[in-house]
T-cell receptor
Framework: KQEVTQIPAALSVPEGENLVLNCSFTDSAIYNLQWFRQDPGKGLTSLLLIQSSQREQTSGRLNASLDKSSGRSTLYIAASQPGDSATYLCAVYSSASKIIFGSGTRLSIRP | EAQVTQNPRYLITVTGKKLTVTCSQNMNHEYMSWYRQDPGLGLRQIYYSMNVEVTDKGDVPEGYKVSRKEKRNFPLILESPSPNQTSLYFC?????????????FGSGTQLSVL
């Protein structure tokens, strides 16, 4: 059974730092992996989608990488800003049309 | 504007009183899904639909029903709500079954069952 883990559960860094969020999954048979952002009381917004054949995707200050063989993905945020404060979730699309989510990393950027 | 619309945003009800949470998308997506989000348990899939008249159970389907009579709508029905169904619910949609395209989420429905 696919399991998705995100460590740490919470992270606080000063503004301007580059940071990395981690996501690991137990079954490498995935179609894709997505990173989402969730603000308190709001829905999820998809940030980046990496297909299983891809190694990374970039959008602005965000870069996501995927290593299927090791079951890992990272989300790199460059030059962090207070507006980046949110919970970040990763999700893998496994077989049988199942999308499995990690529990998220709650990120706080200190001004 | 491309969006997934859920209603209501907040709902307080009592045990046993049937309710429906509506979900509609305007992107002509084939794939739609319902999730519940609980502290410490993350997002768990309730039901999903690959297309009209095609629905299947997710990880936590007990106590819920869905229907997909039209492509744009995917309502979630609680026939006899219980307090353990108090949760934050999200509807989501995607094209191509979510395999190649991003998943779009609604703003959520906070349900409290007393």
């Amino acid at each position: 059974k696919q399991e998705v883990t995100q460590i740490p559960a919470a992270l606080s860094v000063p503004e301007g730092e580059n940071l990395v969020l981690n996501c690991s999954f137990t079954d490498s048979a995935i179609y894709n992996l997505q990173w989402f952002r969730q603000d308190p009381g709001k829905g999820l917004t998809s940030l980046l989608l990496i297909q299983s054949s891809q190694r990374e995707q970039t959008s602005g200050r965000l870069n996501a990488s995927l290593d299927k063989s090791s079951g890992r993905s990272t989300l790199y945020i460059a030059a962090s800003q207070p507006g980046d404060s949110a919970t970040y979730l990763c999700a893998v699309y496994s077989s049988a049309s199942k999308i499995i989510f990690g529990s998220g990393t709650r990120l706080s950027i200190r001004p | 504007e491309a969006q997934v619309t859920q209603n209501p945003r907040y709902l307080i009800t009592v045990t046993g009183k049937k309710l429906t949470v509506t979900c509609s998308q305007n992107m002509n997506h084939e794939y739609m899904s319902w999730y519940r989000q609980d502290p410490g348990l993350g997002l768990r899939q309730i039901y999903y639909s690959m297309n009209v008249e095609v629905t299947d159970k997710g990880d936590v389907p007990e106590g819920y029903k869905v229907s997909r009579k039209e492509k744009r709508n995917f309502p979630l029905i609680l026939e006899s709500p219980s307090p353990n169904q108090t949760s934050l619910y999200f509807c989501a949609s995607s094209s191509e079954g979510g395999r190649y395209e991003k998943l779009f989420f609604g703003s959520g429905t906070q349900l409290s069952v007393l």
